[in-house]
């Protein structure tokens, strides 16, 4: 792959990541992700990010630094907005074909290079506004956003071109083959990598989507022109719509989130299970949409990115020796760590001997701002009076749903 031209003097160079890997060890990639490291040449040359050093992948990087043509040894800058080993493991190798280069990042990023790489030579701190001016045209500067997702984290600005690279901010999954910016795609492909874009939301910013509001309107002076993310698309004829997307999926947090519903269930031997059809024809009957995740043949990545979205949401999962079944308890303690707040929420499920399920739920769930409607709660097998009540709950739950998003 060659090194993808943004405009004069400024290159992407995409590495992509295959779907065999799971991002960050626990998320899938059906599709896989992008890494995407930047190029800006004036006078002098900086380099923004670098690559993870996995899987061959800082061979294929290289080729891209061939392709502009630039050797390793000639890049004066080098400037890190993240730490993360994502895109940065492959730098102790890099530093040694150019010791000499010169390091820009934050304070506490320097703190997180000498833990995680062994350098500390030629570091230069940069605070919020400070520029650097690479001569011919081109003068970065840079705006510390902390917390999008990491705390050392800023984002990097080129001045004359109005090109934001923004870090892990305005990200999504997908690989790019071919297809680079956002004027390049089909309209299933737009639809494509926002929804992507909402799944990486979900797993990667959602609890920092206080810092996300923020950094947004942080930025809001700035004349972008051009979002060039550390994964996914390049937004240039259009950077407002993942702008937008993203100040959106943040606002879900607080609610209220889209007026929809996402039914999670598990059960065990089939007793929890007779009550789902019930549960969706009922918010179907409010006019809602539904979404549908048996667990645990879903992974939690989908689900987040479904129950982040949806303002209602609604639980199926029987009891488990004295407890909930557990992996349902997987997927609660997820939500807590994303922080999936303020939801209007239905459980149902099968007590089995002793019931237990719904104790837990309500300790698990205790921090997150959800407003339950009564549950739906048998012992052994339901009764035509359970799936009857599934129908009625379903459908209170719906016009709860539809109130709240409403005000």
């Known amino acids: ?28 990639m059906p599709n896989g992700i992008s890494i995407n490291s930047y190029v800006v040449q004036g006078e002098k040359t900086a380099l923004i990010d670098l690559i993870e050093d996995v899987s061959g992948k800082p061979a294929d990087f290289e080729s891209e630094l061939e392709s502009i043509p630039l ?8 400037i890190i907005n993240h730490m993360e080993p994502d895109h940065t493991s492959w730098l102790p190798v890099f530093h040694k074909k150019n010791p000499d280069i010169a390091i820009y990042l934050t304070a506490k990023a320097a703190g997180l290079l000498k833990s ?37 984290t800023m984002m990097t600005f080129e001045q ?11 990200g999504s999954y997908g690989t790019l083959n071919g297809v680079y910016f956002d004027d390049q795609l089909s309209t299933q492909q737009h639809a494509f990598f926002i929804d992507e874009a909402l799944r990486y ?6 609890s920092f989507s206080t810092f996300v509001t923020k950094g947004i309107q942080k930025l809001a002076d700035l004349e972008i022109k051009i979002i060039a993310p550390s994964h996914g698309i390049i ?8 702008i937008d997307s993203y100040s959106r999926f943040a606002t879900y947090q607080n ?10 269930w598990s059960s065990m031997y089939g007793n929890t299970e007779k009550l789902v059809n019930n549960i969706v024809q009922g918010v179907r009957a409010e006019g809602l949409p539904v979404h ?29 020796e004295y407890e909930m079944f557990p992996p349902m308890a997987w997927v609660l303690d997820m939500f807590r760590r994303k922080k999936v707040w303020n939801k209007k929420v239905l459980r149902f499920g099968s007590a089995g001997w002793s019931g237990g399920a719904q104790r837990e739920l309500n300790t698990l769930t205790e921090k997150l701002k959800w407003e339950f409607i009564e549950p739906i709660e048998w012992m052994g097998a339901p009764t035509q009076a359970d799936l009857d009540l599934a129908m009625k709950q379903s459908q209170a739950l719906a016009r709860k749903v539809k109130e709240y998003c409403s005000q």
């Open 1 to 28: 792959m060659n090194a993808v031209k943004i405009t004069e003097g400024i290159y992407c160079l995409p590495v992509n990541l295959e779907s065999y890997q799971l991002f960050e060890g626990m998320w899938p």
């Open 71 to 78: 050797d390793p040894k000639n890049i004066d800058y080098l």
């Open 116 to 152: 995680f790489c062994g350098i500390d030579n030629n570091i230069h701190i940069v605070k919020d506004g400070d520029t650097l001016d690479l001569g011919g045209g081109k003068v970065l500067s840079f705006h510390e956003t902390p917390n999008i997702h990491w705390p050392e």
């Open 160 to 170: 004359n071109s109005g090109i934001l690279f923004s870090c892990d901010a305005f």
């Open 201 to 206: 939301y979900a797993n990667i910013v959602a």
């Open 235 to 242: 937004w240039r004829e259009n950077p407002q719509a993942i």
């Open 255 to 264: 609610g209220p989130a889209e007026a929809e519903v996402t039914v999670i």
């Open 292 to 320: 549908v995740h048996r667990v645990p043949d879903e992974h939690v990545g989908t689900i987040l990115a479904s129950a982040w979205k949806s303002a209602g949401l609604i639980l199926g999962m029987p009891t488990y």
